[in-house]
């Protein structure tokens, strides 16, 4: 399903359980200026709640800090904990610019992404992770590169780990395998030194088209997303409910047409870290590490573009499976030589 019946499916519920008014709500930036009149200029940042409160806090007040041009952002949480809750009330009633969807449960990444781009109003939306620190200048990079071309879609940013001389994601890390104008495989690189890549590398620093990028930090154009329906969410039948919705975004984006650009100039912090992972607090266990709902998300991604390889060459493991009669298994692929080198495709310098 898409975002055109979003709010049919799933009402968007404000703090007193009453639905948000999509038309008539008020759309204030950091500022306190009302561009309701006039809301082109106004960006939307998206983000997702499922627990961790205290980090989405801390990329909120840190938005605040780094950010000059007009914004708002606008939540979805999953139904969090009192806990979480608390948090969230503190951080609306703190912050004149801020929207929160207080759906029941989980609607999933897609589909809580489309309630959002449903109540944003300006030219731009950008999808960012709660545990996302900007640095100054990063939405200005972001934007100038989407306004150079009216058929860019979608710019993604330099995404560095916690220890920030250190790069996290990057354009040189998405990947896919295309064979005659058409993707058979798409993933992520970060094998071997590649995990490890320099904020200052040169590989990082190239600006340029990329067959696709992580919604950890990535600009959208509205209208481009009003045009193919934004994220293809889950409906109770078919869909993307937790995994990979932005590999089937790019891959949409790049089926109208448009192109996805990644810029070294916008920089984030992506405070995450594999090995200290908490596998069994509530977020991994109720939200994240849901295998069965990735899997599940993976197939319908596969079957539904024709892929033959997702591709997940992780610093800690390599994960690429093959999708095969109706089934997923584990191989290991040679991208550096043998008969698929020559169709990986990673970042084209503009």
């Keep these: 399903m898409t975002l055109f019946n979003i709010a049919q499916r799933y009402p968007l519920p404000d703090r007193k359980g009453k639905p948000i008014d999509i038309v008539g709500r008020r759309l204030v930036d950091q500022h306190g200026k009302d561009h309701s009149s006039q809301p082109a200029e106004l960006t939307s940042i998206v983000l997702l709640s499922a627990e961790r409160g205290d980090l989405t806090r801390a990329c909120i007040e840190n938005l605040f800090r780094h950010t000059e041009e007009p914004f708002e952002v606008i939540i979805s949480d999953v139904g969090s904990s009192e806990e979480t809750l608390n948090i969230l009330h503190s951080l609306e009633d703190t912050y004149p610019n801020l929207t929160i969807i207080y759906n029941p449960q989980s609607r999933g990444t897609g589909g809580q992404r489309n309630q959002a781009v449903l109540l944003s109003r300006g030219r731009y939306v950008v999808f960012m992770d709660n545990d996302v620190l900007a640095l100054p200048g990063w939405l200005s990079a972001l934007q100038e590169e989407a306004n150079r071309d009216p058929n860019i879609a979608l710019v993604g940013a330099k995404l560095l780990k916690k220890e920030p001389e250190f790069v996290y994601y990057c354009g040189f890390h998405a990947i896919s395998l295309e064979r005659d104008g058409e993707v058979y495989g798409i993933g992520l690189d970060k094998e071997g030194e590649k995990a490890n890549l320099s904020r200052e590398d040169k590989r990082v620093n190239i600006k340029g088209i990329v067959p696709w990028y992580p919604t950890t930090t990535l600009l959208a154009r509205r209208e481009s997303l009003i045009e193919f329906g934004g994220f293809d969410d889950w409906d109770g039948t078919q869909g993307i409910m937790l995994a990979n919705e932005d590999k089937d975004l790019s891959l949409t984006a790049r089926k109208y047409g448009y192109k996805i650009i990644y810029t070294s100039r916008s920089e984030v912090i992506h405070a ?66 043998g008969p698929l080198a020559a169709d990986v495709r990673r970042i084209e310098p503009l």
């Design 272 to 337: 995450h870290e594999y090995h200290k992972v908490d596998r069994t607090n509530r977020y991994h266990r109720l939200y994240r590490l849901r295998n069965d709902l990735i899997e599940r998300d993976i197939l319908y991604l596969m079957n539904k573009w024709k892929l033959e390889y997702m591709l997940e060459k992780l610093p800690h493991e390599d994960n690429t499976r093959r999708f095969e009669k109706g089934k997923l298994t584990r191989v290991k692929l040679d991208l550096t030589s």
